[in-house]
């Protein structure tokens, strides 16, 4: 039966729910298990979801047309390039984005010649991947905080010590480094980066 010269319902629909099913499975176990767990950040949540969602069925829609391989890297290197005009992404949040987005494809784009288990297995390997080298292999995640600082006495080199044991009693974090960015003579402030292992 058609509608307007295009078929109402085909055997793709349930094909369609299936993959989609399988996408969120796996979506969900990479984006809210492994990266929202450790990284409580959810600005990046909706992004993650919308994005792969998008792509999942942008794929699978343009499957039933024959694409060449030219057309086909053309398509994914947009995805590629796609750059918020806004804040700048952190590297690790660009790879999680690649990430979703390689996920989506291959769910949506894999045909007769790839049985489930071979798509299942594919998932499985990449949130392995991503599990022991976020859990297991990155024991500890150096992240930076940038603080005004108003003690101008501690700023010279030969007082770095001093500066890095103040900060350190300050904030009640165990620094690794310390780097010293703008300096405003002015109002005798100086923006400084502290380096700690995430967790400490």
Known sequence: MEFLDIPIFDDDFFKMLFRFGINI????????FLYYKKSKRKDYLFTYYMISIIVFFLCFTLKKYELDI??????????????????????????YLFVVIGVSVINALANSKMSYAEIITGNLIIVI????IERYWL???EVSKQIV????????PERYAALKLDLERRT????????IGDIDFLKDTAVITIYYYNGT
């Open 25 to 32: 499975i796996f979506l969900t176990q990479i984006i809210w």
């Open 70 to 95: 030219g057309m086909a890297l053309g398509l994914f290197a947009i995805f590629g390039i796609i750059r918020y005009r806004t804040d700048p992404i952190a590297i690790k949040e660009m790879t």
């Open 129 to 132: 991947s991503i599990t022991l």
């Open 139 to 141: 024991l500890q995640h």
């Open 149 to 156: 600082y108003e003690n101008m006495e501690n700023i010279g």
């Open 172 to 179: 009640g974090l165990s620094i690794n480094r310390v780097t």
